[in-house]
Every structure is written in structure tokens, then in C-alpha cells.
């Protein structure tokens, strides 16, 4: 029997996985960094927690994650040609003692089994909705691209910063990256406008990562972002984690298998609600397995961490997993 870690190389490389690679199991995601540590985020069903950004989050009960409230007197950044006046990115330099945790978390993975993955969220668009909101971050990508430039410039290199000390402290051989692109059904912005802004950024911040030992780059983009798979590819991204279903993932597979795999393909939406039951799991789990194969895909909930919102859900989901596992293996 192969080990988690061999299973999955076998799976992206399209050779001779015994069994599907059952969702984030060969993933040891690190969150004891400093940066997570002591940033702030609202925990389930609180409201207004203000991050070192100035961004104020909420996470409603029955919803998968927080998210920025950006009424008008929220917003950290109004006006996008006056960004350096109000955005400040938070310090990255931590004592010593601050990375003890992580550096323990690390040292105490069996790396046979699993990969060692920081954790970095939200990603560089993201952080730029976050920051102006949602409307006016795509907005100015038509209004204000020089100074839209300037500001993913500068999130971009207070990455590369934070990932040169990540890689010194804890020596990381994957990287568990989110940054949602899209809808259900539509990307944000064309390819070409993805290709403008943002290409270059991710092949910066991904090629460091991969200078560095990291062997995986792990990228969570749960929506449709099929047109930016080429992008994806160019800018080192081994396993695109989120790719909901709307994404005909056969037909990624049969174009791009061998240099992207797809991790995902049960929509959380549909299995991750108040009346969820193990029959709506099993039949869900079932027609992703079968419809998309043995190899460069991993079956996986949408949802960007191994969790679920209601209780159970994740868990049933690795059963129905392991079920398929030996039918189809």
C-alpha cells in the first residue's frame, strides 16, 4: 500500500494510485505561524473583528467562512488613487519565539506521509476586494489600472516577505494558497484581464516558493476559473483545490491532465446545507468519482480547508471516499 504522500504523487503524475487520494489527507496545513497566529478573524457567527489590514470580517452562522463588511464607513480603501495613504500592510518581523510553535508543528510531521503546507489566505485579488470591496476592486481594473497595478505590486511583495521567512523557519514542501477567481459560473475578469494584472504576481510569489524547496503549489479557487487554467499552469500551480463541477472537469482533465490536477468536484453547496443527509453525500461523492477518474484527480469538497459548516459532512464525505476506493481501484 502506498504511502499519502506516494498515493498523491502517483494520482498528479498519472501513474499507478492504489486508492483516490481522500481529500486533504496528505496535507499537513500549518496555521501556528505568527502571522496566522495573531492576525485577527472572526470565529463562527461573530461579527466585525478588524485584521491587520483594517479590514473588518463577519462569519454568519450557516455560512462557510468569514467575509469583509464593507458598508461605507468599513471600506479601508475609498478612493484607489490615494491607496498609500490608507493602506498599511501589517509587520511581518516576529521574534524567535514566536515561531516556536510552528517550527515544532512542522518538525513533527511524518513528511513520508505528508507534506508540510503553509497556509495563506485571502490571496492577492482577494485582498485587493477586500481592501476596496468587491465592486470598486473590478471596477478600477477598467478605471484605475495604474493604480490598480500599484496596489497588487504592493500586496504581491509583502508576500514575497513573509514567504522568505516561511521557508527559512519551517521549510515547507507544499503551499495551501487560496485566491477565488470567480462565480459558480464565471470568472471575475476575462483571461486576458487576469493576465494583465495578475500573472505576473502569482509567477513571482510561486516561482520563489518553488526556488525553495516547495515542491507543491496547492491553489483553492472554489468557482469556475476554467479559461484561467493555461495561467495556472504558466504560473507553477500543481493542484487546483476548489474546482467546483461547473467546470466540466472531464473535459480539464482530458486537455490538461499531466500538468494540472483537479481537487474537488463535490460542490460544498450541494452536499454542505441544513438538510444534508449521508444518502444526498453518497450519491454526490459517487457521481464525482465516476465521472472524473483515477488519475490527476482528487475527490474533495469545494469548500478551501478540511472542514465542513454542519457537522459530519467532511467526515461522511472521506467514507463515501473510501467506498469508492474500492470499487473503482
Given at each position: 500500500?502506498?504511502?499519502?504522500?506516494?498515493?498523491?504523487?502517483?494520482?498528479?503524475?498519472?501513474?499507478?494510485?492504489?486508492?483516490?487520494?481522500?481529500?486533504?489527507?496528505?496535507l499537513?496545513?500549518?496555521m501556528?505561524?505568527?502571522?496566522?497566529?495573531?492576525?485577527?478573524?472572526?470565529?463562527?457567527?461573530?461579527?466585525?473583528?478588524?485584521?491587520?489590514?483594517g479590514?473588518t470580517?463577519s462569519?454568519?452562522?450557516?455560512?462557510p467562512g468569514?467575509?469583509?463588511?464593507?458598508t461605507?464607513?468599513?471600506?479601508?480603501?475609498?478612493?484607489?488613487?490615494?491607496?498609500?495613504?490608507?493602506?498599511?500592510?501589517?509587520n511581518l518581523?516576529?521574534?524567535?519565539?514566536?515561531?516556536?510553535e510552528?517550527?515544532?508543528?512542522a518538525?513533527?510531521?511524518d513528511?513520508?506521509?505528508?507534506?508540510?503546507?503553509?497556509?495563506?489566505?485571502?490571496?492577492i485579488?482577494?485582498?485587493?476586494?477586500?481592501?476596496?470591496?468587491i465592486?470598486?476592486a473590478?471596477?478600477?481594473?477598467?478605471?484605475?489600472?495604474?493604480?490598480?497595478k500599484?496596489?497588487i505590486k504592493?500586496?504581491?511583495?509583502w508576500?514575497?516577505?513573509?514567504?522568505?521567512?516561511?521557508?527559512?523557519?519551517?521549510h515547507?514542501?507544499?503551499l495551501?494558497?487560496?485566491?477565488?477567481?470567480?462565480s459558480?459560473i464565471?470568472?471575475?475578469f476575462?483571461p486576458?484581464?487576469?493576465?494583465?494584472?495578475?500573472?505576473?504576481?502569482?509567477?513571482?510569489?510561486?516561482?520563489?516558493?518553488k526556488?525553495?524547496?516547495?515542491?507543491?503549489?496547492?491553489?483553492?479557487?472554489?468557482?469556475?476559473?476554467?479559461?484561467?487554467v493555461?495561467?495556472?499552469?504558466e504560473?507553477?500551480i500543481?493542484?487546483?483545490?476548489?474546482v467546483?463541477?461547473?467546470?466540466?472537469?472531464?473535459?480539464l482533465?482530458?486537455?490538461y491532465?499531466?500538468?494540472?490536477?483537479?481537487?474537488?468536484?463535490?460542490?460544498?453547496?450541494k452536499?454542505?446545507?441544513?438538510?444534508?443527509t449521508?444518502?444526498?453525500?453518497?450519491?454526490?461523492?459517487?457521481?464525482?468519482?465516476?465521472?472524473?477518474?483515477?488519475k490527476?484527480?482528487?475527490p474533495?469538497?469545494?469548500?478551501?480547508?478540511?472542514?465542513?459548516?454542519?457537522?459530519?459532512?467532511?467526515?461522511t464525505?472521506?467514507?463515501?471516499?473510501?467506498?469508492?476506493?474500492?470499487?473503482?481501484?
Amino acid at each position: 500500500m502506498l504511502t499519502k504522500k506516494q498515493n498523491l504523487l502517483e494520482t498528479i503524475h498519472g501513474g499507478n494510485p492504489d486508492r483516490f487520494v481522500n481529500q486533504y489527507e496528505f496535507l499537513h496545513i500549518i496555521m501556528s505561524d505568527p502571522f496566522n497566529m495573531t492576525d485577527p478573524y472572526p470565529e463562527y457567527g461573530q461579527s466585525n473583528v478588524v485584521n491587520g489590514w483594517g479590514v473588518t470580517l463577519s462569519w454568519p452562522e450557516g455560512t462557510p467562512g468569514g467575509f469583509p463588511v464593507h458598508t461605507q464607513d468599513k471600506i479601508v480603501c475609498p478612493d484607489i488613487t490615494n491607496w498609500k495613504n490608507t493602506v498599511k500592510a501589517p509587520n511581518l518581523i516576529f521574534p524567535d519565539s514566536m515561531w516556536e510553535e510552528a517550527i515544532r508543528e512542522a518538525e513533527g510531521v511524518d513528511r513520508n506521509e505528508e507534506f508540510v503546507a503553509p497556509f495563506i489566505a485571502p490571496g492577492i485579488f482577494e485582498r485587493c476586494h477586500y481592501l476596496l470591496s468587491i465592486e470598486e476592486a473590478l471596477t478600477n481594473l477598467y478605471m484605475e489600472p495604474d493604480s490598480m497595478k500599484d496596489l497588487i505590486k504592493y500586496i504581491t511583495e509583502w508576500e514575497l516577505k513573509y514567504a522568505e521567512t516561511l521557508c527559512e523557519k519551517l521549510h515547507p514542501d507544499a503551499l495551501f494558497h487560496h485566491d477565488d477567481w470567480g462565480s459558480q459560473i464565471s470568472t471575475f475578469f476575462s483571461p486576458e484581464m487576469f493576465e494583465e494584472f495578475f500573472l505576473d504576481s502569482y509567477k513571482q510569489l510561486y516561482g520563489y516558493y518553488k526556488s525553495h524547496g516547495v515542491q507543491l503549489i496547492i491553489h483553492h479557487s472554489d468557482s469556475y476559473a476554467a479559461t484561467l487554467v493555461p495561467y495556472m499552469i504558466e504560473m507553477g500551480i500543481d493542484i487546483w483545490q476548489g474546482v467546483m463541477s461547473s467546470n466540466r472537469i472531464p473535459e480539464l482533465i482530458n486537455q490538461y491532465g499531466g500538468k494540472l490536477s483537479f481537487m474537488g468536484g463535490i460542490d460544498s453547496a450541494k452536499v454542505d446545507f441544513p438538510g444534508w443527509t449521508p444518502e444526498i453525500v453518497a450519491s454526490e461523492v459517487k457521481k464525482a468519482c465516476e465521472e472524473n477518474g483515477t488519475k490527476y484527480y482528487i475527490p474533495n469538497a469545494s469548500q478551501g480547508l478540511p472542514m465542513s459548516t454542519f457537522e459530519g459532512v467532511y467526515e461522511t464525505i472521506n467514507g463515501e471516499i473510501d467506498k469508492m476506493s474500492k470499487i473503482m481501484f
